[in-house]
């Protein structure tokens, strides 16, 4: 068969791919039906785009698609790819090969070892920026001592040994590059509306525990 085609493992049968969308499930609906338990109404979709064939997972099951054991959301299809809708088996086919080297996966530098201290410092630079408030910058160091109740020249120590730690150069807009660092590498999150109150001071029972953290650095 020319065109890319699913073969359902328990009956055997081959059922080709439509040419824009080929939908999969229980439902009487779907165009390729699998009459299994564990798999929902509309389970997933088979996408055609030229040459190429995708799965997407639609989010509505509460087994899942996998593709050769494991769970995916959306993936483009290889020759011979098994797929698990549920506990339905099929696998792909007619789809040519190409002689391409491996796609290569760009990995960021792991994330330097930090100090309590140095978590406070970098969640208070970046907490305007993670706000709902557009263009917002960074903490300035005058901001970030008045939210830990230190010095602003103890944050400022801090902040070069932070620069120091991320390989973050000398320049204009450090704080900015320092925060998009370390957003980017997950090390700091939006805090949830009801933390948001006591994060920008309001949260009184917090002071003294922040204090003795202090004169104990």
């Given at each position: 068969m020319d065109t890319p085609f699913l073969r359902i493992e328990d009956s055997s049968e081959v059922i080709p791919l439509r040419a824009d969308v080929t939908t999969v499930g229980r439902g009487q609906g779907v165009d390729i039906r699998l009459d299994d338990p564990s798999v929902s109404r509309l389970h997933a979709e088979l996408v055609r785009r030229g040459p190429y064939v995708y799965v997407a997972d639609l989010?509505?099951?509460?087994?899942?698609?996998?593709?050769?054991?494991?769970?995916?959301?959306?993936?483009?299809?290889?020759?011979?790819?098994?797929?698990?809708?549920?506990?339905?088996?099929?696998?792909?086919?007619?789809?040519?090969?190409?002689?391409?080297?491996?796609?290569?996966?760009?990995?960021?530098?792991?994330?330097?070892?930090?100090?309590?201290?140095?978590?406070?410092?970098?969640?208070?630079?970046?907490?305007?920026?993670?706000?709902?408030?557009?263009?917002?910058?960074?903490?300035?160091?005058?901001?970030?001592?008045?939210?830990?109740?230190?010095?602003?020249?103890a944050v400022k120590q801090h902040l070069l040994r932070l620069y120091q730690k991320f390989r973050v150069p000398e320049g204009p807009n450090r704080r900015t590059r320092l925060a998009n660092e370390v957003v980017a590498l997950g090390l700091v999150k939006p805090l949830p509306l009801a933390d948001a109150g006591e994060a920008s001071g309001a949260g009184v029972p917090e002071q003294p525990v922040r204090r003795r953290r202090d004169q104990a650095c």
């Open positions: 989010g509505l099951s509460r087994n899942g698609t996998r593709v050769n054991g494991r769970p995916v959301a959306r993936r483009v299809l290889d020759e011979g790819d098994v797929l698990s809708f549920g506990a339905a088996r099929c696998r792909i086919g007619g789809i040519p090969r190409e002689d391409l080297a491996e796609e290569a996966e760009l990995r960021r530098a792991a994330a330097p070892e930090l100090t309590r201290r140095e978590l406070d410092v970098l969640n208070s630079l970046c907490r305007p920026a993670l706000s709902d408030e557009a263009f917002a910058l960074p903490a300035t160091a005058h901001e970030i001592a008045a939210d830990l109740v230190v010095t602003e020249a």
